[in-house]
Every structure is written in C-alpha cells, then in structure tokens.
T-cell receptor, first 110, second 112 residues
Framework: DAKTTQPNSMESNEEEPVHLPCNHS???????IHWYRQLPSQGPEYVIH???SNVNNRMASLAIAEDRKSSTLILHRATLRDAAVYYC???????????FGTGTRLQVTL | KAGVTQTPRYLIKTRGQQVTLSCSPI?????VSWYQQTPGQGLQFLFE???????NKGNFPGRFSGRQFSNSRSEMNVSTLELGDSALYLC???????????FGQGTRLTVV
C-alpha cells in the first residue's frame, strides 16, 4: 500500500477553518484518497474520499493537488466536536483493507 | 437505520482462554472487516469477509480467526489469549463495491 505522511498534531480555534494536510508522493493512478476520523472512545468514522477532483460533502471538503501527491482535508468551521484523530488513507479501487497510519490529532479550543 | 453493532462492549479474560466477539453489520452490507487497535501498534487490519468468504487477511497469527454467516453477521475468535491481545477490536461493514466503511464502537478486550 502506498504510504501517507501527516503531521502528528494540529490545533485550531473553534469556528475557524482547519486545513489538514496529507502527503502521498507514491500514489498510483488507481489510488483513491480517503479520510477517516476517530473521536475519543469511538470507532473511526468515514469523512470523505476522492480520486482527482476536489470533493465536498456535509462534513468537509477534500482538495487534491493537481499532481495528486498531496491533499488537504478542510473543515470549514471547526467545533469542539471535531477534536479527533484524522487519518488519510490510500485505497485502490474497491479494495476494502484500510491501512491506518498514525494520523493527525486535531485539538480544537474555544 | 441501525449502525454496526458489536457485542460485548467490554470483556475481561484470562491468559490461555479463548474469546468470541460478534459484529452485526448495517443491513444490506455484505462486507465485514475486523481491526485491532492498541496504543503501541495503532489500528491494524485483521481480516475481511464478504458473502461468507474470507477475502483478505492481515498479518496476525493463526490464533485469530473469523467467520461470516449467511445474514452477514460476523464473529471473530481469538484462542490461547495472550496479554498482548488486550486491545480494542473494531468491526466495520460496507456495501459491495463501495469503499466507505462504517465502524462499530468496538469491543474492549482485557487479558489478565
């Protein structure tokens, strides 16, 4: 599986936008970029995924670099409930095995 | 729509015993995957079942096994428990052909 690199931790103020980066320089043409998050004492939760174009859903936006070697998960207005570990994962086609790295621990403060 | 249900939520077992964990996927989901989460190793893939067949397997010893029933419910079994098997065991289900996985809250296993 191609590897992703994320910062260990980030901080944000509540109601501010948050940009969570992910580097995946060895991504292949068939790899989808998936984001999951894990809130304290919960199982991981699917956030968003994309292949080449930027994607939006009710939870977040995913901005994918033109060369696909990096991507950014954007939370438009962080709330305290967004404090979680965010994982960026590459997945080929309809494969279902998720390879979790260490993720980015997001802290949101008032 | 009910989410992924895992039972029991908490379990304490003694070294050498065996344990069975259960997972009921979201209705209509035929793929069920299992993960182990520990502070040291993070989230690691155990295995995936689809239509009662193991489709993918992680790098775990043979003491870890699973199965899936015709109603898509799945069980995982760990035999000859070791202290290092203490972990949060998570189950995830997904629709055939879709990659979004939906996780349960997990079963916290403590081996003493």
């Amino acid at each position: 599986d191609a590897k992703t690199t994320q910062p260990n931790s980030m901080e944000s103020n509540e109601e501010e936008p948050v940009h969570l980066p992910c580097n995946h320089s060895t991504i292949s043409g068939t790899d989808y970029i998936h984001w999951y998050r894990q809130l304290p004492s919960q199982g991981p939760e699917y956030v968003i995924h994309g292949l080449t174009s930027n994607v939006n859903n009710r939870m977040a936006s995913l901005a994918i670099a033109e060369d696909r070697k990096s991507s950014t998960l954007i939370l438009h207005r962080a709330t305290l409930r967004d404090a979680a570990v965010y994982y960026c994962i590459l997945l080929t086609g309809t494969a279902s095995k998720l390879t979790f790295g260490t993720g980015t621990r997001l802290q949101v403060t008032l | 729509k009910a989410g992924v249900t895992q039972t029991p939520r908490y379990l304490i077992k003694t070294r050498g015993q065996q344990v069975t964990l259960s997972c009921s996927p979201i209705s209509g989901h035929r793929s069920v995957s299992w993960y182990q989460q520990t502070p040291g190793q993070g989230l690691q893939f155990l295995f995936e079942y689809f239509s009662e067949t193991q489709r993918n397997k992680g790098n775990f010893p043979g003491r870890f096994s699973g199965r899936q029933f015709s109603n898509s419910r799945s069980e995982m079994n760990v035999s000859t428990l070791e202290l290092g098997d203490s972990a949060l065991y998570l189950c995830a289900s997904s629709l055939a052909g879709r990659t979004e996985a939906f996780f349960g809250q997990g079963t916290r296993l403590t081996v003493v």
